[in-house]
């Protein structure tokens, strides 16, 4: 069965970075588009970030555009965000999913448990 | 950006009684709106996707409605388990995915 299971969350200071990561099991990983979807306490999702299947595209929300990078180890079965500049609004927790084409649709069809990230100092 | 905007932001339904939600675009979507269903404290579940298809092992109770820029998703008879949050989402601006803030279904 599919399984996503974030990992590295935690409590880090204005500024500094983290990496989140989401293991990816049940499923051929090579072949599928990921996301990355966050939700802040007691709000709703904002989508965060989309890498194609091969890792060779990668599109941004613009409130993340060019502090995060979405990256994909395939051999890995790994799906990466790396969180930089990170500010007290990026407190939420960080969902994987995975992206399902069924023309012509797309859409998050398996969601990982999510790893929560707090900025604070 | 396509905004997405659901109505009410609470719903407060007796379980056995039917439920409606609403969801709105900003512009043209087509029919391309999935539906999300979240319980406190787990990650989201899909629904439907292309407004009115549903996802696999989704009861025959949930079903989608809607074209353009506005759209329904219809529980026939609430049961306990139904009551959660749902959230809808717009993926005709690909690649960016918008959600709506989302629809509380509570017990009345």
């Known amino acids: 069965q599919v399984q996503l299971v974030e990992s590295g969350g935690g409590v880090v200071q204005p500024g500094r970075s983290l990496r989140l990561s989401c293991a990816a099991s049940g499923f051929t990983f090579s072949s599928y588009a990921m996301h990355w979807v966050r939700q802040a306490p007691g709000k709703g999702l904002e989508w965060v970030a989309i890498?194609?299947?091969?890792?060779?595209?990668?599109y941004y929300a613009d409130s993340v555009k060019g502090r995060f990078t979405v990256s994909k180890d395939n051999p890995k079965n790994t799906l990466y965000l790396l969180l930089n500049t990170l500010r007290p609004e990026d407190t939420a927790v960080y969902y994987c999913?995975?992206?399902?084409?069924?023309?012509?649709?797309?859409?998050?069809?398996?969601w990982g448990q999510g790893t929560l990230v707090t900025v604070s100092s | 950006e396509i905004v997405m905007t659901q109505s009410p932001a609470t719903l407060s339904v007796s379980p056995g009684e039917r439920a409606t939600l609403s969801c709105r675009a900003s512009?043209?979507?087509?029919?391309?709106l999935a539906w999300y269903q979240q319980k406190p404290g787990q990650a989201p579940r899909l629904l439907m996707y292309g407004a009115s298809t549903r996802a696999t092992g989704i009861p025959a109770r949930f079903s989608g409605s809607g074209s353009g820029t506005d759209f329904t998703l219809t529980i026939s008879s609430l049961q306990s388990e139904d009551f959660a949050v749902y959230y809808c989402q717009q993926y005709n601006n690909w690649p960016s995915r918008t959600f709506g803030q989302g629809t509380k279904v509570e017990v009345k």
């Open positions: 999913a995975r992206d399902r084409e069924v023309l012509p649709d797309n859409f998050l069809d398996y």
């Open positions: 512009q043209s979507i087509s029919s391309k």
């Open positions: 890498i194609s299947y091969d890792g060779s595209s990668k």
